[in-house]
């Protein structure tokens, strides 16, 4: 397994815009999917993007595309969300997860997740 730590989440004004990390431990990271997910008060938890190894294929939630950019630097074993245009809905724990599958959005393809980070938008 990969140690996952996030960072950068905040709160931010709608319509603002923040960029997360995550910041994995291991030599292998090239090796998985990565995903990002979040979680509000009293829902479960919900896809948000993931990016396959090579950042060259993405997928999106619908409420994250055109909003939402998912990226991967393996030099540095990070992988970003930048979030655009923030909405009061979007208020979440923010966490990433990293697949030995293939590209999904299903939490339970994920077998390393990082502790989360607070995200909120104010209206």
Same mark, same amino acid.
């Given at each position: 397994?990969?140690?996952?730590?996030? &960072?950068?989440?905040? =709160?931010?004004?709608?319509?603002?815009?923040l960029r997360?990390?995550?910041?994995?431990?291991?030599?292998?990271?090239?090796?998985?999917?990565?995903?990002?997910?979040?979680?509000?008060?009293?829902?479960?938890?919900?896809?948000?993007?993931?990016i396959n190894?090579?950042?060259?294929?993405?997928?999106?939630?619908?409420?994250?595309?055109?909003?939402?950019?998912?990226?991967?630097?393996?030099?540095?074993?990070?992988?970003?969300?930048?979030?655009? &245009? =923030?909405?009061?809905?979007?208020?979440?724990?923010?966490?990433?997860?990293?697949?030995?599958?293939?590209?999904?959005?299903?939490?339970? =393809?994920y077998n390393?997740?990082?502790?989360?980070?607070?995200?909120?938008?104010?209206?």
């Amino acid at each position: 397994q990969v140690q996952l730590v996030e &960072s950068g989440g905040g =709160l931010v004004q709608a319509g603002g815009s923040l960029r997360l990390s995550c910041a994995a431990s291991g030599r292998t990271f090239n090796r998985y999917i990565m995903g990002w997910f979040r979680q509000a008060p009293g829902k479960e938890r919900e896809f948000v993007a993931a990016i396959n190894w090579s950042g060259g294929s993405t997928y999106y939630a619908d409420s994250a595309k055109g909003r939402f950019t998912i990226s991967r630097d393996n030099a540095k074993n990070t992988v970003y969300l930048q979030m655009n &245009s =923030l909405k009061p809905e979007d208020t979440a724990v923010y966490y990433c997860a990293a697949s030995d599958y293939g590209i999904s959005g299903r939490p339970s =393809l994920y077998n390393s997740w990082g502790q989360g980070t607070q995200v909120t938008v104010s209206s």
